[in-house]
């Protein structure tokens, strides 16, 4: 996956606007120093890239499973649907995760995570969880494609600059320990996506 342009990530889409926040479900990096490692290598690399938006250590994130607008989901659902994945996740293992080679898509540079199966895994519990307490389960159950991304593009213009960069980047790969997924209260308002915790599911 090689984008030839790249294009703006900050618009709003549709329900978001200033200061509205949103529950989904992340695998977040806070104690990953082999990530941060890795991370750190690549934010110096594309330093000198323009229109890009670098994401600092604490806001790497996978983003697993939305589930809705704060101002749409009552909040004891969100608990009820928190304890429900505790349940389901406690008979999932926990597992490593493979960052290497950043991709460039329109709008980010990301890491494709793999093992893939693991994060599915995660997910699908989690969508199970959901169902276990509403009737419909939000976002669709296909499409699914764990990654990790570094930087978030703020403008259109060629992709070749952020080629080059990555290109030059020497890094090796950097492994993560996932244990736990945390449903987060999530926001966009300043060009990243930012969040305060709100409930944890551990996994095993």
Request: no cysteine; charged share 30%; aromatic share 10%.
């Amino acid at each position: 996956m090689t984008a030839e342009t790249m294009a703006d990530h900050w618009w709003w889409r549709p329900g978001w606007k200033p200061g509205r926040r949103f529950y989904t479900w992340h695998f977040t990096f806070r104690a990953a120093t082999e990530v941060h490692r890795l991370a750190d290598a690549y934010r110096r690399g594309l330093a000198e890239v323009a229109g890009l938006d670098l994401v600092p250590d604490r806001w790497l994130h996978l983003t697993m499973q939305g589930l809705g607008f704060v101002d749409e989901v009552p909040e004891q659902d969100a608990r009820a649907i928190a304890d429900a994945a505790r349940r389901r996740l406690a008979g999932v293992a926990p597992f490593e995760l493979r960052l290497h080679r950043p991709e460039i898509t329109p709008e980010a540079i990301r890491w494709e995570a793999e093992p893939s199966e693991p994060p599915a895994a995660v997910r699908a519990a989690v969508r199970a969880a959901i169902a276990d307490v509403w009737d419909d389960v939000p976002e669709p159950a296909d499409g699914f494609a764990p990654h990790v991304t570094i930087a978030y593009s703020n403008s259109d213009g060629p992709a070749d600059p952020v080629a080059h960069a990555l290109d030059a980047v020497d890094a090796e790969p950097a492994t993560a320990r996932i244990e736990r997924v945390d449903l987060i209260v999530l926001g966009r308002d300043d060009r990243m996506y930012e969040w305060e915790d709100f409930a944890t599911a551990r996994l095993g």
